[in-house]
């Protein structure tokens, strides 16, 4: 089993910056694609980010290209999500997620285990 926790959430202006750490334990991460989500008040689950497991492919929501940043580090069992010139409609709570995959899949379905979540507030 793998256990993953979320960290860097905060409270933020428009335009600000940002960036989520996940830490995994309990089991290899190494061969694992790592994800974030995000769920908004009132909204369904979506997909933010996703890298596979040796970061040599990363995909992102159109929303949030060019302005979001998704690494890891698997000596660190960490993935993380750089993000910047944060929007009031980026508010909401981010969770990352783990499956094993050689690709970086998009939909809650296709992901194993999944952290808590972390709260991002970004106002306007």
């Known amino acids: 089993q793998v256990q993953l926790v979320e960290s860097g959430g905060g409270m933020v202006q428009a335009g600000g910056s940002l960036r989520l750490s996940c830490a995994a334990s309990?089991?290899?991460?190494?061969?694992?694609?790592l994800g974030w989500f995000r769920q908004a008040p009132g909204k369904e689950r979506e997909f933010v980010a996703a890298?596979?497991?040796?970061?040599?492919?990363?995909t992102y929501a159109y929303s949030v290209k060019d302005r979001f940043t998704i690494s890891r580090d698997n000596a660190r069992r960490t993935v993380y999500l750089q993000m910047n010139s944060l929007k009031p409609e980026d508010t909401a709570v981010y969770s990352c997620?783990?499956?094993?995959?050689?690709?970086?899949?998009?939909?809650?379905?296709?992901?194993?285990?999944w952290g808590q979540g972390t709260q991002v507030t970004v106002s306007s």
């Open positions: 997620a783990a499956v094993r995959s050689w690709k970086t899949p998009t939909k809650v379905s296709e992901y194993d285990y």
């Open positions: 890298i596979s497991w040796n970061g040599g492919l990363t």
């Open positions: 309990g089991g290899t991460v190494s061969d694992k694609t």
